[in-house]
């Protein structure tokens, strides 16, 4: 019997491998580094996009540019109300080089230190328009917030017109001489007006210097006004003029010789009195009777800058009005 012998199998013997086999393709190569860029620029528009406001969102930002890109340090530098650049953020610390790279009009970034331009300058592309963006969508909502608080002081303006007016008026109707009563009327309005236009965010000023407005305003008076009242209070100059008006004028109608205002300010309170030597509150009528524009709205206006106005009886007779932050006299 035959019996068929194997034969063994025939070895292969590859050939070496060449740079060429063993090397990624530089296609390959851009195609990872695009991919690391567009992942950088993925997180830039998310942070930026989802961030609750500008100032958060670009910190962070800062930081992926930095830890990604290979820079020692960035900056972010924005325009501001003066026209100015300022610093508004960074992130790192080093020396090197300095690179300005610009966001638009109003922002700038600048690195310190060498990094790829590719990767930085992809997402920087990514970030300018999302940046003006929110910008613009910050600027609405602050308007739109002016706007709110505007309609706000306007309702309010309309039910104490209202409310004060109506005494004057009637009065004025059934006066044999209508002159004085229409005068408390129109001063009132001028009153309110005043106290409107000058808004939540208007410009303040020592309270000596707008008591110094307000007795002008009055005119010609006999009693006698002393005050240290140099401290500045965060209330804007129209809307602390009105309150002062109103209860010096009280004070006149009480009868007072004497009124002595006190202003001051600390770290964590501030405080305005008016002192007079006049009926007092026990006469009720006789000192409310003042042409101002009510003690009503002078607490409403209080109020809107976190203030609390109340009046209090004096030892020595007469009245005490302070105007403070936050508690009560």
Request: aromatic fraction near 2%; hydrophobic fraction near 45%.
């Amino acid at each position: 019997m035959t019996i068929p012998l194997k034969r063994p199998m025939p070895m292969i013997l590859a050939a070496p491998l060449s740079e060429e086999d063993v090397c990624v393709e530089p296609l390959q190569l851009a195609q990872i580094s695009d991919s690391a860029s567009a992942s950088l620029e993925a997180e830039v528009a998310f942070e930026l996009a989802t961030a609750a406001e500008v100032e958060s969102g670009m910190q962070r930002v800062l930081s992926l540019l930095r830890r990604r890109s290979g820079a020692t340090r960035v900056e972010w530098w924005a325009r501001r109300a003066d026209e100015q650049f300022r610093l508004c953020g960074s992130d790192g610390v080093g020396l090197g080089a300095h690179r300005l790279v610009s966001l638009g009009p109003e922002d700038k970034l600048v690195l310190v230190g060498d990094c790829p331009d590719s990767t930085f300058a992809a997402a920087v592309a990514v970030a300018a328009p999302i940046l003006r963006r929110r910008r613009v969508e910050e600027r609405l909502t602050d308007a739109a917030v002016a706007l709110a608080r505007r309609n706000e002081i306007l309702e309010e303006f309309a039910a104490v017109v209202a409310h004060e007016l109506k005494a004057p008026l009637h009065q004025a109707l059934v006066a044999d001489d209508p002159s004085r009563p229409v005068e408390v009327a129109l001063d009132l309005v001028d009153s309110l007006l005043e106290s409107t236009r000058c808004g939540v965010d208007g410009p303040n000023d020592c309270a000596a210097s707008c008591l110094e407005q307000v007795l002008k305003d009055l005119g010609p008076i006999t009693v006698v006004i002393t005050a240290e009242a140099t401290a500045r209070l965060p209330l804007p100059a129209a809307s602390l003029r009105v309150i002062l008006r109103n209860l010096l004028r009280n004070a006149l109608a009480a009868d007072s010789q004497h009124v002595h205002v006190t202003a001051v300010e600390s770290a964590e309170s501030w405080r305005l009195v008016v002192d007079d030597d006049g009926v007092g509150l026990s006469t009720g009528g006789a000192y409310l009777s003042g042409s101002g524009l009510g003690l009503s709205l002078c607490r409403r206006i209080a109020a809107r800058y976190g203030g609390v106005l109340e009046l209090t009886p004096r030892a020595k007779g007469g009245t005490r009005a302070t105007l403070q932050s936050g508690v009560s006299a």
